[in-house]
């Protein structure tokens, strides 16, 4: 199969994430990722194996593939930030966390976040002056960090894509896609 240019071969895409994230937004945008050709690898500082939540229930565990104590920013191209309560609560107290995140703001590499994903990105200095959507819950945190909040199944700012909650997830998906390959073509050429 022949390259095309909204290819996403050879980019590297860290999905940050400790236990209590809610499973089909990690698992759902990385199989949309690795189908388009991207390499998607788990960043957590929970060692070895995380655990996914559905709505309230403990859920399946996936294999950490990077340790968050030894991860570099610069060793990826794009971040995803899948929600759950539980997760983005314990990675915004987390300075690692935090610092890798907003290694990814300054960048200005693509980043998705989707229900409470935003959250991280409030602590990480990621959304004044941006659009943004979420869980409807945080709408008051990201208007009062100065992000213009919209109840919109997805809000994309230049390579910031943000989406409210699971039913989301077909356009949160096409939309993230998109916003990936358009920085990706720019990296390559």
């Known amino acids: ?35 388009a050709g991207a390499l998607t690898l788990i960043v957590s500082p ?8 559905n709505h309230h229930d403990p859920a399946d565990s996936f294999e950490v593939d990077v340790p968050l104590q030894s991860a570099k920013p610069e060793d ?35 980043i998705a976040a989707i229900c409470h994903g935003p959250w991280t990105l409030i602590d ?18 990201l208007k009062n960090a100065g992000a213009s909040w919209s109840d919109k199944e997805v809000v994309v700012d230049q390579s910031l894509v943000t989406s409210r909650k699971p039913d989301d997830l077909p356009a949160f998906n096409r939309e993230m896609t998109k916003a990936f390959e358009i920085a990706h073509e720019a990296s390559i050429h």
């Open 1 to 35: 199969m022949p390259i095309t240019s909204s290819s996403l071969d050879g980019m590297k895409v860290a999905i940050l994430v400790s236990d209590g994230f809610e499973q089909v937004e990690m698992t759902e945008p990385r199989k949309a990722l690795d189908h």
């Open 46 to 53: 929970v060692e070895g194996r995380v655990r996914g939540w």
């Open 76 to 110: 990826f191209d794009a971040l995803l930030l899948p929600g759950g309560v539980v997760n983005p609560d314990t990675l915004r107290i987390d300075e690692k966390a935090v610092a890798f995140v907003r290694a990814f703001v300054e960048a200005g590499k693509p």
């Open 124 to 141: 990480a200095g990621g959304v004044k002056g941006r659009k943004m959507t979420s869980w409807p819950s945080l709408q008051a945190d």
